[in-house]
């Protein structure tokens, strides 16, 4: 595998919530510096040694209404 991908969202309780493409991978963190620790630790955990991703891309999706 060379690359995984992360879509982010902003959580509804302040922060980030990212859950991986194609994976069964999920997790949450206060702030970005936090999250990217949380992710690759989650990668870590679901991949054999060797067997993971050489790239984690994030995607950043954000949400936001206006009014009419």
Do not use: W
């Given at each position: ?56 891309r994030l995607h950043f999706v954000r949400e936001e209404t206006i009014a009419v």
């Amino acid at each position: 595998m060379n690359e995984l991908i992360f879509m982010v969202e902003d959580s509804t309780e302040g922060g980030y919530t990212a859950h991986a493409l194609g994976e069964s991978i999920f997790t949450e963190a206060d702030n970005l510096e936090q999250l990217h620790g949380r992710i690759r630790d989650a990668v870590k955990c679901h991949f054999d040694e060797g067997k993971g991703p050489k790239v984690i891309r994030l995607h950043f999706v954000r949400e936001e209404t206006i009014a009419v």
